[in-house]
Nanobody
């Protein structure tokens, strides 16, 4: 199983980026796919999640990104996207995607099972937002 993130970069505050998480060895529709981020000196935190085959809402977001970020999936490409608009300097972090067969999005994003919960993790992509 491999999850490969792409789309990170440097952007000015107020700008947009779209992150991609390309999956191989698993089907995104059969898993919860989450986006997490970790800023220097801070713990990893949940950002957004999509799950089409389990309990709870199909998508979920951290309060800090609601209304600015949108998660979506493309079944044909087996890829999950995170569209990030109105970016702020505090969004600067390494962004990771992860996949889990069992967890529901809500508890996963809240960190109920610990910051390392998840069956598979990508290597991350850097997002830097300048002020």
């Amino acid at each position: 199983v491999q999850l490969v993130e792409s789309g990170g970069g440097l952007v000015q505050a107020g700008g947009s980026l779209r992150l991609s998480c390309a999956a191989s060895g698993l089907t995104v529709d059969d898993h919860a796919i989450g986006w997490f981020r970790q800023a220097p000196g801070k713990e990893r935190e949940g950002v957004s999640c999509i799950r089409r085959n389990g309990p709870g809402p199909v998508t979920d977001y951290a309060d800090s990104v609601k209304g600015r970020f949108t998660i979506s999936s493309d079944n044909a490409k087996n890829t999950v996207y995170l569209q990030m608009n109105s970016l702020k300097p505090e969004d600067t972090a390494v962004y990771y995607c992860a996949a889990d067969e069992v967890l529901d999005c809500g508890s996963w994003l809240l960190g109920t099972w610990g910051s390392e919960a998840g069956d598979y993790w990508g290597q991350g992509t850097q997002v830097t937002v300048s002020s």
